[in-house]
């Protein structure tokens, strides 16, 4: 017996901040292959999250680095202090509402050394999108959450929207 709680409290292992409310409450059934796909669909919303802030919109404009949840604990969170705010308040990270913005204007996204360009409307449809996503990767009921497939096809389209509809424009910088 004391092996196998040992074995147990071992699981909650992982950077705590990203850490799917299933694994923070100790509910997540570990017996079950699925409950761990769909704890890393909630880790994956997060990431997806820090990437759209970082989204350069309207010729520069985006937030700065935080870490998901900073509004709400430490550099350096306990188990408790997240499964408090992640199981207990159900907070979320807030999806910026310039992803929401509708103006219409040029815009650019960074990355590495070269500035890529295309229409302002194209960025914000795919952010609007992407925001759905996100959210419906941190639903609280594991099984409601998007599966990797689903994920996966839609990040595909929304890329794939960029290359039928508008090409990047490949600006030196």
């Given amino acids: 017996m004391c092996v196998c709680k040992s074995f147990f409290a071992s699981l909650k292992v992982g ?85 929401e913005s509708s103006e219409v204007r040029s815009a650019s996204i960074e990355h590495a050394q070269y500035r890529l360009r295309k229409p302002f409307s194209l960025l914000l449809q795919q952010l609007k999108a992407l925001s759905k996503v996100i959210k419906e990767c941190w639903y609280a009921n594991a099984p409601a959450r998007l599966t990797a497939l689903r994920i996966k096809k839609t990040l595909a389209q929304l890329e794939g929207n960029t290359t039928n509809k508008q090409k990047y424009q490949i600006i030196n910088t």
């Fill in 15 to 99: 950077t705590r901040r990203y850490l799917a409310p299933e694994i923070l409450d100790d509910s997540l059934d570990v017996n079950h292959f699925d409950s761990w796909k769909r704890a890393d669909v909630f880790s994956l919303g997060l990431v997806l999250w820090e990437l759209g802030r970082r989204t350069s919109v309207g010729g520069g404009i985006f937030e700065t680095y935080q870490q998901p949840y900073f509004e709400v604990v430490g550099p350096d969170p306990t188990m408790e202090e997240m499964r408090l705010v992640v199981c207990e308040k159900q907070i979320r990270p807030v999806c910026s509402n310039r992803w």
